[in-house]
């Protein structure tokens, strides 16, 4: 009686044991899958930089042939040095050192610019009341509508009236009020519990030492966040250069680049290529390095 | 919005908002108003009388066909840099999501791309798209394809939809991955044992629920289309061949920075900011209840 009954039981065991490693066949071969359909999404990611990473260590002749090589060639060391140093001898003759710093400067102004402004205006929104506290929340939320792409004419006019093309403040200051950064720090002072504002005010701290003391070591997170989202913000701009830099004196690498390209019988390929190398090497080192608080800063602050 | 216990001063607080509402005034209401004020107004040739002409510059850049034609151009390239930025994110992130080894290393070797200018993307398409020094270019030209966007306004189109779309995916994915990984388990795992197989679990389930994430993205994606593309176009095409790529964008770039014409320059910037309001406002009216103000 017990035989027939053990050997169902086996046998329902060992279609379990079958099923199973069918399944586990099957999500083997479904993981394996999707490794190859990622490696080739990465793989296709990279080829516009593969080539012209290794563009980069071609001379100009093999380019312009358009044999477009896929391996390195022996001219790595020159075609840098020459980029890094001299820049297109045919179309712009400005150095890519120079261009590199003014983008630099640039990124750099308008991120802690931006920065700065922000926690202030915040703070002050947050932490005070007086007359005008709406509004002023309100003129700032609003410059959200009005992206430089849409005033270009008038901004423009703005900034040549003031004197300001071509410098460094017509470059960065038009650029450094943000009501995203404003928006963020607003949201993350919301909560600060209150408890510890009043422990500062029995303690006999003014606003200012609170703020120093208090928010601005709280915030360090939110800055470091805002800081690689801003830095890849000011680097990449395009068009504000474009409009207000005539001259080599405070191109940015971006602009530099295109400019490089001009009339394309001249074009020196290979600079280009080495120069967009080291156009693209800062801020895609600044979003790997700080990727955690890259990605958090991003997901939060277009909450 | 404001916290119950607040400092008593009452000067301190306009100093801190000074230097953002300096520059906010100068360089954003200033230029915005005075878009809205030219725009009624226009120059002779000479740029000595200015007349009154109410909304003339409107009217005329409705009834241009090549304005017309701008904003058609404009709504094709956007749909298409939109589509394929998005679709190609999503699939990437259904796969990063499996638990699968290496998901992070994909993470990071899919992400780096937001950190490139849209105008250096449109230099690394150069050597794929150009026709005697790029990969594909080139291939086709030999193969028999006559391929030049200099040329075709067609394939001029398709580069700059390419190169654009490109740069976006890595955005698009980090915040699609960041809504699949939101989904409770629990309801994947109660769908798989309902028998749902896993293309009728992502459709029926992880779609609906990645609703949120997918609408606010289609916004970003439309405004990136609309607005920060200007690189790439000007990089690759120069709003040509015939204007084939020339969005609205493109187009007052072109009259207020180079034809100099004030009036259609400044109909044009107020046309394109209540595009940017009605999309802004689309964008917080979904996701009011997420923002307190």
Redesign the interface.
């Known amino acids: 009686m017990h035989g027939p009954v053990a050997t169902t039981k086996g046998e329902a065991i060992a279609r379990a044991e079958e099923a199973a490693e069918r399944a586990d066949a099957l999500r083997q071969r ?2 394996w899958l ?2 190859a ?2 490696i080739l ?2 793989a296709l ?5 593969w ?2 990473l290794m ?1 980069s260590t071609h001379d100009v002749a093999t ?2 042939r ?1 044999e ?1 090589p896929l391996l390195p060639g022996p001219y790595a060391i020159e075609n840098y040095v020459a980029a890094w140093t001299e820049g297109s001898a045919r179309t712009t003759r400005v150095p890519v050192s120079a261009m590199m710093l003014n983008s630099f400067v640039m990124a750099i102004l308008i991120a802690v610019g931006k920065i ?3 926690i ?2 915040a ?8 007359p005008g ?1 709406m509004l ?2 309100w ?2 939320f609003i ?5 430089v ?11 040549s009236d003031l004197g300001m093309i071509n410098t460094y403040a017509g470059l960065i ?2 650029l ?2 943000s009501a995203t950064a ?1 928006l963020l720090f ?1 949201q993350f ?2 909560t ?1 519990p ?1 408890e510890l ?2 422990a500062a ?1 029995i303690d006999g701290a ?3 030492r ?1 703020f120093q003391d208090v928010v601005v070591p709280l915030s360090v997170t939110n800055m470091a966040a805002l800081f690689v989202i801003l830095f ?1 913000y000011g ?5 504000w250069p ?2 207000i830099t005539t001259t080599g004196d405070v191109e940015t690498i ?2 530099g ?2 400019r490089m ?1 001009g009339s394309e019988a001249d074009t020196d ?1 290979h600079l ?2 080495a120069t ?1 190398v080291l ?2 090497l800062p ?2 080192a ?3 390095l700080m ?1 955690r608080w890259f ?1 958090k800063g ?2 939060e602050t ?2 | ?7 008593p ?2 000067g ?3 100093l ?2 000074l ?3 300096a ?2 005034s ?7 108003g ?2 809205i004020w ?1 725009s009624f107004l226009r120059q002779d040739a000479f740029g000595i009388r200015t007349e009154f002409v109410g909304f003339e510059n409107f009217v005329e850049l409705v009834q241009d066909p090549l304005y017309l034609e701008s904003l058609w151009i404009t709504l094709v390239f956007s749909f298409w840099v939109t589509a394929l930025a998005m679709s ?1 994110a999503l ?2 992130a259904v ?2 999501d ?1 638990h ?1 080894r ?1 998901a992070t290393a ?1 993470k ?21 798209f150009h026709p ?4 594909l270019g ?1 291939f086709l030209n030999g193969i028999g394809v006559a391929w030049d966007y200099k040329l075709n306004g067609t394939q001029a189109l398709i580069t700059v939809v390419v190169a654009s779309a ?1 740069k976006q ?3 698009n994915f ?2 699609f991955l ?1 809504g699949l990984q939101s989904i409770p388990r629990s309801v994947l795992e109660a769908a798989a044992i309902d028998g749902a197989s896993p293309a009728r679990r992502f459709w029926t389930v992880v779609f609906p629920l990645l609703s949120p994430t997918t609408f ?1 993205l289609l916004v ?1 994606n439309l405004t990136y289309a609309f ?2 593309t ?2 790439v176009i ?2 690759l095409t120069k709003g040509g061949p015939a204007k084939a790529t020339t969005t609205l ?1 493109y187009r ?2 072109i009259d ?2 180079v034809n100099l014409d ?1 009036g259609s ?2 109909a044009q ?1 107020v046309v ?2 209540l ?3 009605a999309l ?1 406002a689309v964008q917080f009216r979904f ?1 009011e209840r ?3 103000y």
């Open positions: 479904a993981d999707t490794h359909i990622l999404g990465v990611f990279a080829l516009p930089i080539i012209v563009g380019i312009s358009g477009v700065a402004i922000s202030l205006s703070y002050a929104v947050v932490f005070f009341s007086f506290r002023a929340f003129a700032i410059t959200l509508m009005l992206p792409e849409v005033r270009i004419f008038p901004t423009f006019k703005v900034v200051v038009p450094i009020a404003t607003r002072f919301l600060i209150d504002v009043e005010k003014g606003p200012m609170f890849v680097w990449n701009q395009y068009l474009l409009l971006v602009i680049i295109v390209i390929w280009v290529m967009t156009a693209l801020p895609v600044v979003v790997i990727q990605v991003l997901v277009e909450k | 919005m404001r916290k119950k216990v607040i400092f001063q009452i301190l607080p306009y801190l908002l230097p953002q509402l520059i906010t100068v360089f954003f209401f200033l230029p915005a005075q878009a030219f190609v699939g990437l796969l990063a499996r699968i290496g994909y990071t070797l899919l992400i780096w791309p937001y950190a490139i200018a849209p105008a250096v993307a449109a230099v690394l398409w150069i050597f794929i005697q020094v790029g990969l080139r490109w995916v890595s955005y980090l915040f960041a606010f970003i607005f920060d200007f690189g000007d990089a964008i007052a770039y207020g920075r004030l320059s400044s910037s394109l900011m595009a940017v309001i802004t996701i997420k923002v307190h």
